[in-house]
Every structure is written in structure tokens, then in C-alpha cells.
């Protein structure tokens, strides 16, 4: 079992910047993948961004240019810098890890962001 847990929300002006981190409780060395999702009030649960094992990135075309997905192996930490942030990227920010066998989903962090 791996608990991920997010941090960093909060609320911020329109072209603000936030980080969020998902901190895992075990080794990240070995994870297929951790991506950050996020749900808004109504809607479905989107992907923002992927990090893979070999380092690859994907990101959602709504966040191209202004999020960041990086990570710190040594802490088990996955980080989402998110710059020039807008309105729309208000939501819920959900960390997940899949594992060769597993996946596991945080409990989520708000970013409000106000115009």
C-alpha cells in the first residue's frame, strides 16, 4: 500500500503561481508513472500532467507553457509548479502513482484561483 499525500493549495490571483507536492510513502524509483489530475466542481477528473520512469512529460494542452512536472526521487515527492495561473484552472489537484501492479490515488489539494 502507498499513501500520496498533497500539499501547497490555496487560493491565488490570476497570474499567480502555486507549487503542489505529492509526497509518496515509498520508493517513487520504481513507479511506471505519477501524474497530477484535477477535477472542477462538476466535471470530470482531467490529467494535467505525467512524469514517467524515464523522465518523459506529457502535459494537457490547457496547461502547456505554464505547468512544470518534476520530482525529487530522494524524497519521494512529485512536484506541479504552475505558473500564470487563470480562473479556469480552478479545482481539486489529485497526485497519482501507478506502480507495476497498483495504482494509487491522494486525497487532493484546492487551488482557487480568483480574476
Known amino acids: 500500500q502507498v499513501q500520496l499525500v498533497e500539499s501547497g493549495g490555496g487560493l491565488v490571483q490570476a497570474g499567480g503561481s502555486l507549487r503542489l507536492s505529492c509526497a509518496a510513502s515509498?520508493?517513487?524509483?520504481?513507479?511506471?508513472?505519477m501524474s497530477w489530475y484535477r477535477q472542477a466542481l462538476g466535471k470530470q477528473r482531467d490529467l494535467v500532467a505525467v512524469?514517467?520512469?524515464?523522465?518523459?512529460?506529457n502535459y494537457a494542452d490547457s496547461v502547456k507553457g505554464r505547468f512544470i512536472i518534476s520530482r525529487d526521487n530522494a524524497k519521494n515527492t512529485v512536484y506541479l509548479q504552475m505558473n500564470s495561473l487563470k480562473p479556469e484552472d480552478t479545482a481539486v489537484y489529485v497526485c497519482?502513482?501507478?506502480?507495476?501492479?497498483?495504482?494509487?490515488w491522494g486525497q487532493g489539494t484546492q487551488v482557487t484561483v480568483s480574476s
Open positions: 497519482n502513482a501507478v506502480y507495476p501492479f497498483s495504482t494509487y
Open positions: 515509498r520508493s517513487i524509483t520504481n513507479m511506471n508513472a
Open positions: 512524469i514517467s520512469k524515464d523522465g518523459r512529460l
